[in-house]
């Protein structure tokens, strides 16, 4: 089973970006968009710690790393330019 949980992650982690789009599309999406990204990009997280090393861990840690990265970077950005209330 450990060995499947690198593909597992990297699909919660797709799924977690996909609400972004769903959210505009489906009231189910936008009513709990954060809720959705949270939890399956937490459980992304511990799937990805949790699996056996191989090509599925490393991908799927790079991927969350990076989606990491951007998020961060947006909020970051956005708090500097962000000059209105």
Same mark, same amino acid.
């Given at each position: 089973?450990?060995?499947?949980?690198?593909?597992? =992650?990297?699909?919660?982690? #797709?799924? =977690?970006?996909?609400?972004?789009?769903?959210?505009?599309?489906?009231?189910?999406?936008?009513?709990?968009?954060?809720?959705?990204?949270? #939890? =399956?990009?937490?459980? =992304?997280?511990?799937?990805?710690?949790?699996?056996?090393?191989?090509?599925?861990?490393?991908?799927? #840690?790079?991927?969350?790393?990076?989606?990491?990265?951007?998020?961060?970077?947006?909020?970051?950005?956005?708090?500097?330019?962000?000059?209105?209330?």
């Amino acid at each position: 089973m450990r060995k499947y949980t690198g593909i597992l =992650s990297i699909l919660l982690l #797709l799924f =977690s970006i996909s609400s972004l789009f769903l959210g505009s599309q489906f009231k189910f999406f936008s009513d709990y968009l954060y809720q959705i990204m949270f #939890l =399956s990009y937490i459980l =992304s997280w511990i799937f990805t710690l949790i699996s056996k090393k191989g090509i599925w861990k490393t991908l799927s #840690l790079i991927a969350l790393i990076l989606v990491s990265i951007v998020f961060i970077g947006f909020f970051l950005i956005m708090t500097i330019l962000w000059d209105r209330p």
